[in-house]
């Protein structure tokens, strides 16, 4: 499995970005997927997720302002960001796990060990 993230850069506060990550080796069905950010000197933290059947999940302080979604025809995921904020700025990293699935309160329950695999992340940087 390889996961290949794209489209990070630095904008403006208000601004918009979207993220993508081109899966390979990856079966989506009955699987969940998900973006993670993480800044210097803390820990990475889930953003949002989304299962095979399609439940959406995301952290209180994006939601309203990101939508994550897939093209599994494609084989991408994507992170849609926007209204975005200077505390947004960090490496986003794609993330997938093992054919396990996620529901719609996922953020709240999943972390980092509850994920295989993982690709090597984009920068955003947002200035104020």
């Known amino acids: 499995v390889q996961l290949v993230e794209s489209g990070g850069g630095s904008v403006q506060a208000g601004g918009s970005l979207r993220l993508s990550c081109a899966a390979s080796g990856y079966t989506y069905t009955g699987s969940c997927m998900a973006w993670f950010r993480q800044v210097p000197g803390k820990e990475r933290e889930v953003v949002a997720t989304i299962d095979s059947g399609g439940a959406t999940s995301y952290t209180d302080s994006v939601t309203g302002r990101f939508t994550i979604s897939q093209d599994s025809a494609k084989n991408i995921l994507y992170l849609q960001m926007k209204g975005l904020k200077p505390e947004d700025s960090a490496m986003y990293y794609c993330?997938?796990?093992?054919?396990?699935?996620?529901?719609?309160?996922?953020?709240?329950?999943?972390?980092?060990?509850?994920?295989?695999?993982w690709g090597q992340g984009t920068q955003v940087t947002v200035a104020s």
């Open positions: 993330a997938a796990r093992d054919l396990l699935r996620c529901g719609p309160t996922a953020t709240h329950f999943l972390d980092v060990p509850d994920f295989k695999y």
